[in-house]
């Protein structure tokens, strides 16, 4: 069965400081993998995919995450965070050739970013 | 391109009433998601839905959660005889296809918070 843990609950990072949140994963073969942010009362805003080729893969805000296959993680990173960042990160896994439906959702960590 | 639409924003019912909430996917989108999320935890899947087909419904309690998405009009989440236990926010995306194979992402609309009296 597959899935994904977010082993951080909170992270805390100062304003201009590197940031890593972090999300392992479980599935067989090559997984479809997501990051998401949610703003308060808000929905979720898709930040970046890994499908497949490069494993290091940019997306919205400034925001990369990078695949590693052999410890199965997919951390997102931003080289300088913004107070703006805080919010509630989700990662998510499908496994391939699998259902969109079937898509699993972490349980999310909260980025708060002091000035 | 508007966003995926929900409606309404907030909803209040008492305990026994119908709660019904409403999702307009994005333009282009045919494939339709229903998440439910409770306070500080993720999203649990509900339902999936295609135009007039339920694809998966594997997330949906058995008793008194119904969904659909007519040829016309928006998808509809109804919850019958609501209890303090659905308090939530139902959340519903869309994309473009949902067929294996294709990576596509889902975008969320703003959801609807539910409160039951």
């Known amino acids: 069965a597959q899935s994904v843990a977010q082993p951080e609950d909170q992270v805390n990072v100062a304003e201009g400081n590197p940031l890593t949140v972090k999300c392992t994963y479980s599935v067989s073969g090559n997984p479809y993998l997501f990051w998401y942010v949610q703003y308060p009362n808000r929905g979720l805003q898709f930040l970046l995919k890994?499908?497949?080729?490069?494993?290091l893969v940019k997306g919205s805000y400034g925001f990369e995450a990078e695949f590693n296959k052999s410890q199965t993680s997919f951390h997102l990173k931003k080289p300088s965070a913004l107070v703006s960042d805080s919010a509630l990160y989700f990662c998510?896994?499908?496994?391939?050739?699998?259902?969109?439906?079937?898509?699993?959702f972490g349980s999310g960590t909260r980025l708060s970013i002091r000035p | 391109n508007a966003g995926v639409m929900q409606n309404p924003r907030h909803l209040v019912r008492r305990r026994g009433q119908e709660a019904r909430l409403r999702c307009s996917p994005m333009k282009g989108h045919s494939h339709v998601y229903w998440y439910r999320q409770l306070p500080e935890e993720g999203l649990k899947f509900m339902v999936y839905?295609?135009?007039?087909?339920?694809?998966?419904e594997s997330g949906m309690p058995k008793e008194r959660f119904s969904a659909e998405f007519p040829k016309e009009g928006p998808s509809i989440l109804r919850i019958q005889q609501v209890v303090r236990g659905d308090s939530a926010a139902y959340f519903c995306a869309s994309s473009p296809e949902g067929t294996r194979n294709s990576p596509y992402e889902q975008y969320f609309g703003p959801g609807t918070r539910l409160t039951v009296t």
């Open positions: 890994y499908i497949t080729g490069d494993n």
């Open positions: 998510a896994v499908r496994a391939p050739y699998s259902s969109a439906s079937k898509i699993i």
């Open positions: 839905l295609q135009k007039e087909n339920i694809i998966d």
